[in-house]
Structure formats: C-alpha cells, structure tokens
C-alpha cells in the first residue's frame, strides 16, 4: 500500500466524521457482524491517522472553533463510536490513550438497557454496554460523551410525543450523570427525518449524527451530519479512501442515485422493513 497522506483541503467542511461500533478481539465476532472491528484493525488505523497527520477532535472542539475559541488542526477528524459498548471502554478506549487522542462517544440514557437488546435477531451474543462509572470516567478524561436516545428505538417510527422524549430526556438525564452540558445526538440506526431534526435543536443539542444521509460536506447542515461507517471489512486500503476529499461525494451519488431509482413498491417495501433490515440496506449501498 502506498503511505503517502491523502490530500486533504485543510477547510473544517472537510473533516472526516467515522463511525464505529465495536472494537473487538474475538476473531469469531470479528468474523460475525459488519458492527465488529478487530482490536489490530483498529490499531492499525491509528497507526495510519498518526503517520498521515490528522487529528482526532470532538463536536465541541469544532463548536469552539465556530465561536472563536479554539483553533483546529490541519487535519482534524472526528471518530464516533454507537452504542456504548462494554469493548469501547476496555479494547478502544485504551489504544485511544495510547495515542494520545479522543472521540465521541454516543450512549443510552436509560439505566435499564445493559445490553445490545436489538441485535437479537442476529442471533449474536448480547454484549454488555459501559456503565454509568466508566462513562463518566471517559467523560473526564476528556472524551465527549452525547446521546443515543434513551433505548436506542427507531425515531422515526414513534410517535411526536414519544419521539420528543427519547431526544429531550435523554439529554437531561445524560447532563445530570456528568455534571456537564452534553451537545451532541446520533439518531438511532442513522434514521431521521426534519421533525426529528427540529426536535433535536429544540431539545438543545448542537449536533446530531445521521449515517449516509445529509450534506456531503461536514457543518452544512448540524442537525444531519453524514458519517462514514468502518465496518470489520474495511481494510488500510479502504481506510485510506475513505479519507479522501471525494468518498463522501461519491457516498451521497450514490444515495440519490438509489432514491431515484426505487419504484414506489420498493419505497413502501423499505419503509415497512426493520430497522435493522433498513440500516443493512443502507450500508449496502453505500459502498462499503
């Protein structure tokens, strides 16, 4: 593979917003689901974020940025991991130590849920998620903890009123546990829609993650922020193009491409799967 740094256009509208799940090392796991990343995969990647001179940042290093208090790097991205897994604080959180960077990281607010309840029909092991002490050790350790909703339900499928209490509750119940503002959302399974949007400015938030959906170019639209999925298949190749300046243009081609071919049998297909049948599709067709 060629280590030369992809070219980046040194604007803020080029950062690279990824999204991850689980870092593993059970290669059975690895093996098993798009979700699981092996620990040396991830390793790696660091590896080639380091050697290429980025700079892992936060949502909220990129809202001081805006409001004139911080400078960002030259080449900043921002690494997101979904869901709070119980492997993100043990296997991820300590080789980000080791280099010496931080990420997002997007948790439920309610206490109850323990483990990755809406897998099951993977027929994959349940895995444990972090508990309230390790997330807010993370937190103080300078890694921006946001919200996943309260139960990780699809937004989209709720009604107003209990979609309004997934966003806002959340927030309150999150800001209560660190004693400090939490700003960022990450809709579950990427789904929203522009009353979810609004109910996530109204709630307070500063930023909301979707996954292929929103502009292609990062802070033109903070409640629709397009991320790109690092799935267990994605090698340093992969890795690589994933961080070039095109990858999302060509991500959103091909979304509008998909849309505009879709007959309206298939769109109300689509629109009675799962969610987890739609979040598969969408990473199908991303080109991932």
């Given amino acids: 593979m060629n280590n030369t740094a992809p070219h980046y256009g040194g604007s803020p509208r080029g950062t690279k917003v990824l999204m991850y799940h689980r870092i593993v090392e059970d290669k059975d796991l690895i093996n098993s689901h798009w979700t699981c990343v092996g620990a040396k995969q991830f390793r790696n990647q660091l590896e080639l974020l380091d050697r290429w001179g980025f700079t892992p940042i936060t949502f909220e290093d990129y809202r001081l940025f805006q409001s004139g208090e911080l400078s960002l790097p030259r080449k900043p991205v921002i690494l997101t991991f979904d869901d709070g897994y119980l ?26 849920v323990k483990t990755n309840f809406w897998d ?114 994605t090698g340093a190749g992969g890795f690589a193009l994933r961080l070039l300046t095109p990858f999302q243009y060509y991500g959103l081609t091909r979304w509008k491409v998909r849309n505009a071919l879709r007959s309206s ?21 991303m080109g991932t």
Avoid at 92 to 110: N, Q, T
Avoid at 162 to 172: D, G, K, L, M, V
Avoid at 270 to 281: C, G, I, L, V
Wanted: charged residues 25%; contains cysteine.
């Fill in 120 to 233: 099951r029909h993977l027929k994959l092991p349940e895995a444990p998620l972090m508990n309230r002490r390790q997330i807010v050790e993370m937190h103080e350790d300078g890694f921006e903890i946001g919200s996943h909703s309260l139960i990780h339900a699809d937004l989209t499928h709720l009604s107003e009123d209990q979609a309004w209490e997934q966003i806002s509750r959340s927030r309150i119940l999150l800001e209560i546990l660190l004693n400090a503002p939490v700003s960022a959302f990450s809709y579950p399974y990427g789904a929203t829609n522009e009353m979810l949007k609004k109910m996530a400015t109204r709630a307070g938030y500063k930023i909301a993650c979707s996954v292929a959906t929103g502009p292609a170019s990062f802070g033109d639209d903070p409640y629709e922020v397009r991320r790109i999925p690092i799935l267990r298949t």
């Fill in 265 to 285: 049998t298939r769109r109300r297909k689509a629109h009675s799967a799962s969610p987890q049948q739609r979040e598969q599709e969408l990473l199908e067709h």
């Fill in 87 to 112: 492997d993100t604080y043990t296997i991820a959180y300590p080789l980000l130590r080791e280099f010496g960077v931080k990420a997002v990281v997007f948790v439920f607010a309610d206490q109850k």
